[in-house]
């Protein structure tokens, strides 16, 4: 086998886990436009603020120290302890409900019925707010996430791959990291699938998202409907944040996955949980194999931020709903 | 009384690199009020006024600030540098840029008002690339190098000078552009793995150096071959990679070590609660390249109150001060500093520095970066041409008459 | 009773259909226009010009633009940012290509040009709808941004990718490079901004207006009774985007004098404008006034609050402005969905019956 | 207008089965039939919003091409909705000069000026539109935005926008539907005024058997697709498939 | 024939006021009551305030940003102004909408199990009455597996019907039930109506135009015009009423007029200015 065709494939295989990975952030999109048509824009600045709180709460950060250290002219920063991975995850995640239950109490509650880009836009605001608090609560330096994920190429399968080519082939580089998350968004997915298609809370959910009012009306409660979906996609955000921090250190940059995620969503339509992932496999093998064979070559590269939205955009045009949404209704 | 505003960014996505930076500048300027009671009997005081490193708010901070008297800007960012290049020619206020900003400003018979000593980018990429002649012997023939960029006015800074190189010691030069904010780098770094690059250079900022730096560690490229430019090379840059990262190198324009003066600072500024910042960041790689551009900039306004003999200064008088500056070993030995930067001495044609740069290295078992060279000087013969180029093209296009002020 | 309405009777179409139809209204307008004009010229400051009014009025074209794509013919677009940056290089290509035309012409091609590509880019609005179709705007974002960086010529080669907008004037005075006074600059953006208010109002109240907002509220219904679809949307999408081209020639070549496209017109600036028309009022023109006064005033009102007169380390009150902005934004949408205009009209309504609660 | 051997289907759903009907100029043509029956989409198939499998459409004397549904508009269709299709953000005054668009030519030039040109047609036009307005009696709520009208009205206001068309043929689909009997009472009159007046051809589909056999001429009769009566009135009144499949008991 | 002096009410409602937006005064103080185990029909014209009744009834004014300003709504006694949509549907009253409101991407099936959702009597019981929905509207069952959406706009009632069927309800207030139904359906509606009535002691509360079919089958009705009760009674005796036989029932002196001959005749004739 040619060298270049091999290395088409490793573009590929890469392409599909880096997939996976933007999957991770659309999934949580899907989660709550399901189930209230929000478009959530706060997604990637979730993933952001989870992830600061899991290492803050690791590293026995005091919360908003600094706020208070200027205001009172204390000087503190550590509570001292070091909290196990394992009991930080879990007060990450009730924290995170926590947060899903004030931004449906504070906010969503009060729109209830609403255009959907007003609460697009409230999204965009919480995205602001919640950026703020993040930075305010735990600082905004760069902070490594010590979970001891595993990281690098995997030796083992460049090893046994390298007998495929010629002497310019160095066998198949696979990040550890992106098989990890390739299980774990396997799992995640399909849990989330059972959720919405099989139990009564996802029917529900479902309802909820076509018509507010109706769903109120046969007695659904949709501040108990928002707190559940919200507080998945708080877990999803930290799963992504996690994830993505793990390459890059959780900071302030993280919070522009979401950027990422948008030509997944769009492709694999905002209501399809396996929208996300196929979705997100097609952009990350399209925007790599597009930067390997034109976008590097012949465009000066850096094309992959605008080829994920064109390709996108080239199947919206045949699909409006994108490849899984659901059909767009159009009667009169 | 000397106004010094300091335009900062502690928030947004370059918080990580604008803070110490900033935490630097100011408690150096602390440092002197506290210790001499400001420069020259004149106390200093410091304008803070956040950017977050966007050029809109860089330009409110410039207009609210210039009322005040500010003597000086130094915006650290080069989106806004460009905008204020203008303004503050037009408002005769002097402008310092250390290793950022425009590079033809150092031809100080077009741009006046505005410095960039002691190094620029374009030294930069020729350090770099003396550094590594200097590692194989003199020879970089049919050696591969890539230059991973960021994809901006920023990241493009260095590709002229290393074509014109490539040309002249005979190596590859492969480009491979990082579109912002440079989270997703897997294609770019499968294409170093497939054609194995002798060295890779990065001229990155942000993000992208984080992800940069663990991604070649995942592809098990040789750390000691991957040298970052002066913006690439801060502890934080490194720390997320853990000790994957070790043995990276980056060029710095100020050696870091231990240096008297941050005892100083240490005991006079934080323990005295006058601190800039949290007091965290004390001796860090920006840090000290914060502290490092404020004894520039308060050695200038001593050289000004110097030449013109009053102690209130203004901002010409300043910009003469800059002018005159001139940076030894014995200066900055005095100022308690001692081989911090490279000698340089500033005048009207000259507005650049001498352009050495030196090699570091990350120590990641001891968290800290090693001095590895002296100073290494750029090679003249290919960057001032580009300069002369350069700054004719703006002064040509603005209809300025170069010439000394 | 401060607002009558009432006795304020029409006897003509004519009349009826003018801008402002309340004798009250009408005088308020011309009193804030003759204090634009003729008094805050000769009271502006450099400080003043370049942090507030110039980013207002310029804010302000592009959010009327916008708000015709948006608010009038219901597409929600996120591409803003890379439409203003069309209209900042189209501008500075023709500034630096024919020095000795008149800015103001360079700056109405600018608004043509990014028409074009404005239309070229709503092409797929057809197919794509909702929120697909914002999504899809971010195509145009990414791709303009990435081809300004890419392509030298739309940067005249420079070492550094910026543009730099050379010295112009207009009747004499100086209105971009680093000698414009700030008058100057203030005038050169609010006769834009007046034209461009007038001419969005004359087509959002004429058949056209009523196609595009046919279109918004229900868009098979409007094809049904005979708007073409195709027409309407991509008037819309020219229209919006000459206002918004222009928006970004002024933005580049009066206000910053500089640009780097990446920095100047990435994505955040297609929020920024969508947010000033969300929270102005969707819909109305008044409103994207409202809405880009507000939010150029309320950073700078927070900073001065903040770090001058509480003292605080700025970087606190940096996070603390995305707090306060980012809630504020939640607890408007909250109180008026439907923005400042709304707001406005209310009270308006609320007037009218004074001193009944209702 | 004649439907010649019209078939629709949707994916497996027959909604249409091979049905032929004429609706002569002038006249009132009723369509009714149980739910479901396909009464709205054979509507919708008159205004070229969907394109039967099978079948041709006819009008005036003239085999129609297939269309988009403006251009239909344009050969002087105008339509209500079942479920009522107004522009919600716009005030009434403004929905019914929608009504006008097929008839309002001047361009984008002339309307950013608005002087002049624009301006004159607009007044002329909001005339005519002030005349409908008259006519249907809703002056009252000229500038109040639809969103907030109670159903009845908003009825009335669509049939206003259609009636602003100046269409040579009407279609409507239910318009009385959620009216009570004197609401019923005044369309009744407004449509029966239209035809005598403007001539207009309407076609209607209504479930009021009452206002159905008062005011139409000839009623077509569809049961799951299927046509299973055509004729005046009291012939499909006295068609017993026709009592089975819809009308049920003899209606009060 | 329920008399309502004798029987228990059920829901009271009590002189309230509805304001949407802030400022529009839409309810100026209505009071009724809904007897238990009644037929309780609620008329009026267009935009005489029913649709807005039921909601501030069921709570769910809240989000068309109306609120109940003054008076009260008592359930079995108990205020239930502040409750939630859902807190009602659990203590028994449900709505079922004007205008449809199926679930448009759920299937007509899917609709209808959300009428169980607050349901916790077991998946057996559900499914019975899943079969019982059936039974009443066959037409629902050959459609059980198309999206909602797509389905006619009769279907569409039946399955809103339907779906409140399903939470076995105790009292449903009833918005517009025959509005664009065929005749022979409106008939069987009501009789459906009836038969829960008497047969399951399920109250209803509906509000119609169709004042003919809705008086023949109510016990009592309210009339409401522009925000107000005009009128209220034994639906006997309404029927019986020359005004109501005049403007609701459309029948004069001299028996019913044909809709061809009302032409330009009378203006109408108010009971309240
Ligand atoms: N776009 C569509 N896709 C799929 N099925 C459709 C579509 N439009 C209509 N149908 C189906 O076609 C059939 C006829 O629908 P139509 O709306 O024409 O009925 P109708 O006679 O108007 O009934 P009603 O009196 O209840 O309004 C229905 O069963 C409906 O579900
Ligand atoms: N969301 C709203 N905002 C403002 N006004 C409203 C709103 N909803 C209803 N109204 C007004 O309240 C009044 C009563 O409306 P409502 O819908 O209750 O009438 P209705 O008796 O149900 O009429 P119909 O028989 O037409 O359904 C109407 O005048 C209407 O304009
Ligand atoms: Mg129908
Ligand atoms: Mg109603």
């Known amino acids: 086998m040619s060298t270049d065709f091999l290395y088409g494939i490793e573009v590929i295989i890469n392409g599909l886990m880096a997939g996976v990975l933007y999957a991770l952030v659309a999934l949580g999109f899907v989660l709550i436009f399901k189930a209230s048509g929000i478009f959530n824009y706060a997604q990637g600045v979730m993933a952001l603020f989870a992830a600061l709180t899991l290492v803050g709460i690791m590293e026995g950060q005091v919360p908003f120290s600094h706020l208070i250290n200027a205001v009172f002219g204390a000087d503190i920063h550590h509570f001292g302890w070091h909290v196990p991975a394992l009991l930080a995850i879990a007060l990450t995640v009730i924290l995170m409900i926590g947060f899903a239950w004030a931004v449906q109490h504070f906010v969503f509650r009060h729109l209830v019925g609403q255009e959907p880009i007003i609460l697009f836009m409230a999204t965009i605001g919480l995205a602001y707010f919640l950026e703020g608090i993040g930075d305010l609560m735990w600082g905004s330096d760069i902070k490594t996430l010590a979970l001891g994920l595993p990281q690098g190429g995997s030796r083992w399968v460049e090893d046994i791959t390298a007998g495929l080519g010629g002497d310019d082939f160095y066998g198949f580089f696979i990040d550890k990291l992106d098989m990890l998350a390739t299980l774990v968004a396997a799992v995640l997915v399909a849990g989330l699938i059972v959720f919405a298609q099989y139990t009564k809370q996802g029917r529900a959910m479902r309802a909820v998202a076509d018509d507010h009012q109706a769903a109120l009306s046969v007695g659904i409660s949709l501040n108990f409907i928002w707190v559940l979906v919200w507080s998945l996609a708080g877990m999803v955000a930290l799963v992504a944040g996690v994830m993505w921090g793990a390459k890059s250190g959780v900071q302030f940059s993280l919070s522009l996955i979401a950027l990422k995620a948008l030509p997944v969503l769009m492709l694999g339509g905002f209501t399809s949980i396996p929208g996300a992932i196929v979705g997100g496999l097609i952009i990350g093998v399209g925007e790599k194999l597009f930067e390997y064979t034109i976008g590097a070559p012949f465009l000066g590269g850096a094309t992959e931020n605008w080829f994920a939205y064109m390709l996108a955009l080239i199947f919206l045009v045949f699909r409006p709903q994108g490849l899984f949404g659901e059909k767009i209704i159009e009667r009169v | 009384e000397l106004v010094i505003p300091d335009l900062s960014y502690r928030t947004g996505p370059y918080a990580a690199g604008g803070t110490p930076f900033s935490d630097g500048y100011q408690d150096y300027f602390n440092l002197l009020n506290a210790r001499d009671g400001g420069i020259g009997g004149e106390v200093v005081r410091i304008l803070e006024c956040e950017t977050g490193y966007n050029t809109e708010k860089g330009v409110e901070c410039y207009e609210s600030t210039k009322g005040e008297g500010a003597l000086i800007y130094q915006p650290l960012s080069t989106g806004i540098t460009y905008q204020l290049i203008p303004k503050a020619t037009a408002d005769n206020i002097p402008m310092h840029t250390l290793g950022y900003g425009r590079t033809s400003a150092?031809?100080?018979?077009?741009?006046?008002?505005?410095?960039?000593?002691?190094?620029?980018?374009?030294?930069?990429?020729?350090?770099?690339?003396?550094?590594?002649?200097?590692?194989?012997?003199?020879?970089?023939?049919?050696?591969?190098?890539?230059?991973?960029?960021?994809?901006?006015?920023?990241?493009?800074?260095?590709?002229?000078?290393?074509?014109?190189?490539?040309?002249m010691h005979g190596f590859e030069l492969t480009q491979l552009a990082v579109d912002h904010p440079g989270q997703e780098q897997k294609s770019q770094w499968l294409q170093i793995r497939r054609e194995r690059p002798d060295y890779v250079i990065m001229w990155g900022w942000g993000v992208m150096n984080q992800v940069a730096v663990q991604e070649a560690a995942n592809i098990g490229f040789p750390m000691e071959n991957f040298i970052g430019n002066w913006w690439a090379g801060a502890e934080h840059d490194v720390t997320p990679a853990g000790m994957a990262a070790d043995g990276y190198k980056s060029l710095n324009m100020n050696r870091v070590q231990d240096y008297p003066v941050l005892d100083e600072i240490k005991t006079l500024v934080h323990d005295a609660g006058n601190a800039a910042g949290d007091g965290s960041n004390l001796g860090s790689v920006l840090y000290v390249r914060g502290m490092y551009t404020a004894m520039l900039a308060a050695d200038a306004i001593a050289k000004?109150?110097?030449?013109?003999?009053?102690?209130?200064?203004?901002?010409?008088?300043?910009?003469?001060?800059?002018?005159?500056?001139?940076?030894?070993?014995?200066?900055?030995?005095?100022?308690?500093?001692?081989?911090?930067?490279?000698?340089?001495?500033?005048?009207?044609?000259?507005?650049?520095?001498?352009?050495?740069?030196?090699?570091?290295?990350?120590?990641?078992?001891?968290?800290?970066?090693?001095?590895?060279?002296?100073?290494?000087?750029?090679?003249?013969?290919?960057?001032?041409?580009?300069?002369?180029?350069?700054?004719?093209?703006?002064?040509?296009?603005?209809?300025?008459?170069?010439?000394?002020? | 009773m401060l607002y009558r309405e009432a006795g304020d009777f029409k006897t003509s179409y004519h009349a009826d259909s003018q801008t402002f139809p309340i004798r009250f209204d009408r005088i308020g307008f011309w009193v804030i226009m003759v204090i634009a004009f003729l008094v805050i010229p000769f009271m502006i400051n450099d400080y003043w010009a370049n942090a507030i009014f110039v980013p207002f009025l310029i804010y302000a074209i592009a959010a009327i633009g916008l708000n015709i794509l948006t608010g009038y013919c219901g597409q929600v677009s996120l591409g803003t940012g890379g439409f203003m940056a069309v209209g900042a290089y189209a501008c500075y290509k023709l500034m630096t290509g024919f020095p000795d035309v008149s800015i103001v012409i360079h700056i109405v091609l600018a608004g043509g040009i990014t028409a074009v590509v404005g239309a070229a880019f709503g092409l797929p609005s057809l197919r794509i709808k909702g929120f697909y179709l914002a999504v899809a705007t971010l195509a145009a974002q990414f791709f303009l941004v990435w081809l300004f960086n890419k392509v030298a010529w739309f940067y005249n080669y420079s070492a550094s990718g910026q543009i730099n907008a050379p010295e112009r004037f207009v009747a004499e005075v100086a209105v971009t490079g680093p000698n414009t006074a700030p008058a100057a600059q203030y005038l050169i953006c609010l006769v834009f901004l007046t034209f461009c208010a007038l001419i969005a109002r004359n087509l959002t109240r004429g058949t056209i207006g009523r196609s595009w907002m046919a279109i918004r509220d229900m868009d098979i219904a409007a094809e049904i009774i005979g708007v073409n679809p195709l027409r309407a949307k991509l008037t819309a999408f020219a229209v919006s985007s000459f206002f918004v081209g222009i928006a970004g020639a002024l933005f580049f070549s009066v206000y910053l004098g500089a640009v780097e496209v990446g920095e100047a017109f990435g994505i955040q600036k297609s929020f920024l404008v969508l947010f000033m028309i969300i929270i102005g009022g969707l819909g109305s023109i008044f409103g994207s006034l409202a809405g880009a006064a507000f939010l150029v005033l309320l950073p700078v009102a927070l900073k001065v609050v903040g770090v001058n007169v509480l003292g605080w380390p700025t970087d606190l009150v940096a996070h603390l402005q995305l707090v306060i902005v980012g809630g504020l934004i939640m607890f408007f949408l909250i109180k008026e969905p439907h923005g400042l205009a709304q707001i406005w009209r209310l009270t308006k309504e609320k007037l009218r019956l004074w001193p009944f609660p209702y | 207008m004649d439907m010649r051997n019209i078939t629709l289907r949707f994916g497996g759903v027959e909604a249409i089965k091979d049905i032929s009907f004429d609706i002569r100029e002038g006249e009132i043509r009723a369509i009714i039939g149980p739910n479901g029956a396909g009464k709205s989409s054979m509507l919708n198939v008159?205004?070229?919003?969907?394109?039967?499998?099978?079948?041709?459409?006819?009008?005036?004397?003239?085999?129609?091409?297939?269309?988009?549904?403006?251009?239909?508009?344009?050969?002087?269709?105008?339509?209500?909705?079942?479920?009522?299709?107004?522009?919600?953000?716009?005030?009434?005054?403004?929905?019914?000069?929608?009504?006008?668009?097929?008839?309002?030519?001047?361009?984008?030039?002339?309307?950013?000026?608005?002087?002049?040109?624009?301006?004159?047609?607009?007044?002329?036009?909001?005339?005519?539109?002030?005349?409908?307005?008259?006519?249907?009696?809703?002056?009252?709520?000229?500038?109040?935005?639809?969103?907030?009208?109670?159903?009845?009205?908003?009825?009335?206001?669509?049939?206003?926008?259609?009636?602003?068309?100046?269409?040579?043929?009407?279609?409507?689909?239910?318009?009385?539907?959620?009216?009570?009997?004197?609401?019923?009472?005044?369309?009744?009159?407004?449509?029966?005024?239209?035809?005598?007046?403007?001539?207009?051809?309407?076609?209607?589909?209504?479930?009021?058997?009452?206002?159905?056999?008062?005011?139409?001429?000839?009623?077509?009769?569809?049961?799951?697709?299927?046509?299973?009566?055509?004729?005046?009135?009291?012939?499909?009144?006295?068609?017993?498939?026709?009592?089975?499949?819809?009308?049920?008991?003899?209606?009060? | 024939m329920l008399d309502s002096a004798k029987t228990e009410t059920l829901l009271e409602v009590n002189n309230i006021e509805v304001i949407y937006n802030h400022v529009i005064l839409v309810l100026k103080g209505v009071s009724l009551n809904v007897p238990k185990g009644g037929i309780?029909?609620?008329?009026?014209?267009?935009?005489?305030?029913?649709?807005?009744?039921?909601?501030?009834?069921?709570?769910?004014?809240?989000?068309?940003?109306?609120?109940?300003?003054?008076?009260?709504?008592?359930?079995?006694?108990?205020?239930?102004?502040?409750?939630?949509?859902?807190?009602?549907?659990?203590?028994?009253?449900?709505?079922?909408?004007?205008?449809?409101?199926?679930?448009?991407?759920?299937?007509?099936?899917?609709?209808?199990?959300?009428?169980?959702?607050?349901?916790?009597?077991?998946a057996g019981a559900v499914s019975a009455d899943l079969d019982m929905v059936y039974t009443y509207f066959p037409r629902l069952k050959e459609r059980r597996k198309s999206q909602a959406g797509y389905t006619s706009g009769g279907e569409q009632q039946m399955c809103a019907i339907g779906r409140a069927l399903m939470s076995r309800p105790e009292t449903i207030l009833l918005d517009e039930p025959s509005m664009g139904l065929a005749p022979q359906l409106v008939e069987e509606i009501f009789t459906i109506v009836k038969n829960l009535n008497e047969q399951e002691g399920v109250s209803f509360l509906l509000a119609e135009q169709n004042t003919n079919v809705a008086l023949r089958f109510a016990h009592q009705g309210y009339i409401l015009e522009s925000g107000r009760v005009v009128m209220e009674g034994p639906a006997k005796e309404l029927r019986e009423n020359p005004d109501v036989k005049e403007f609701y029932l459309g029948m004069s002196d001299e028996g019913r007029k044909s809709f061809r001959d009302v032409r330009s005749y009378r203006r109408r004739k108010r009971w309240l200015a």
């Not at chain 2, 991973?148 to 920023?154: F, R």
């Not at chain 2, 001891?366 to 000087?377: C, H, K, M, R, S």
């Not at chain 4, 099978?54 to 005036?60: A, I, S, T, Y």
């Open chain 2, 106 to 167: 150092a031809n100080g018979e077009v741009f006046n008002w505005v410095f960039n000593y002691p190094a620029n980018y374009w030294d930069a990429a020729s350090v770099a690339v003396n550094y590594l002649l200097d590692e194989n012997g003199d020879d970089l023939d049919g050696k591969k190098i890539a230059l991973v960029y960021h994809n901006s006015a920023y990241g493009k800074e260095p590709i002229r000078t290393l074509e014109a190189l490539s040309e």
């Open chain 2, 304 to 405: 000004a109150q110097e030449i013109h003999g009053v102690s209130d200064v203004t901002p010409p008088m300043v910009r003469d001060g800059l002018e005159a500056l001139e940076m030894t070993n014995a200066r900055m030995a005095e100022l308690g500093m001692e081989g911090i930067g490279p000698e340089f001495s500033a005048s009207c044609q000259n507005h650049g520095g001498s352009g050495q740069g030196l090699v570091q290295q990350w120590n990641a078992a001891d968290g800290v970066w090693v001095p590895l060279t002296d100073f290494i000087a750029p090679d003249d013969s290919v960057i001032d041409p580009l300069i002369a180029e350069d700054s004719a093209a703006f002064a040509a296009e603005n209809g300025i008459t170069p010439g000394c002020l």
């Open chain 4, 46 to 252: 008159i205004s070229g919003f969907y394109h039967p499998q099978d079948g041709k459409v006819w009008f005036r004397g003239e085999k129609r091409p297939p269309m988009k549904p403006y251009q239909v508009a344009r050969l002087g269709i105008a339509r209500t909705f079942q479920n009522i299709a107004l522009f919600e953000g716009m005030s009434v005054l403004d929905n019914v000069m929608t009504g006008r668009l097929t008839h309002m030519k001047t361009n984008m030039f002339w309307q950013a000026l608005w002087m002049g040109r624009a301006e004159a047609e607009e007044v002329a036009n909001r005339e005519i539109v002030e005349q409908i307005i008259d006519f249907l009696e809703i002056q009252a709520i000229r500038k109040t935005p639809v969103g907030r009208l109670p159903y009845g009205l908003k009825k009335r206001v669509e049939l206003a926008r259609a009636l602003a068309a100046e269409p040579k043929l009407l279609l409507l689909d239910e318009p009385m539907a959620g009216m009570n009997v004197e609401e019923k009472e005044d369309m009744s009159r407004f449509i029966l005024d239209v035809n005598d007046e403007f001539g207009t051809t309407i076609a209607l589909i209504e479930h009021d058997m009452g206002v159905v056999m008062d005011i139409s001429d000839r009623v077509v009769v569809m049961d799951y697709g299927r046509k299973i009566g055509d004729g005046t009135p009291d012939e499909v009144r006295g068609n017993q498939e026709v009592i089975d499949a819809y009308l049920g008991v003899a209606h009060e």
């Open chain 5, 40 to 122: 309780t029909a609620l008329l009026g014209g267009n935009g005489a305030g029913k649709t807005t009744t039921l909601k501030a009834i069921s709570n769910l004014l809240h989000s068309e940003r109306g609120t109940v300003t003054k008076g009260s709504i008592q359930y079995r006694g108990a205020r239930v102004q502040d409750l939630s949509p859902e807190a009602l549907v659990k203590m028994g009253v449900i709505q079922v909408m004007e205008g449809r409101h199926c679930f448009e991407h759920l299937t007509v099936e899917e609709n209808l199990m959300t009428g169980a959702y607050t349901r916790n009597d077991g």
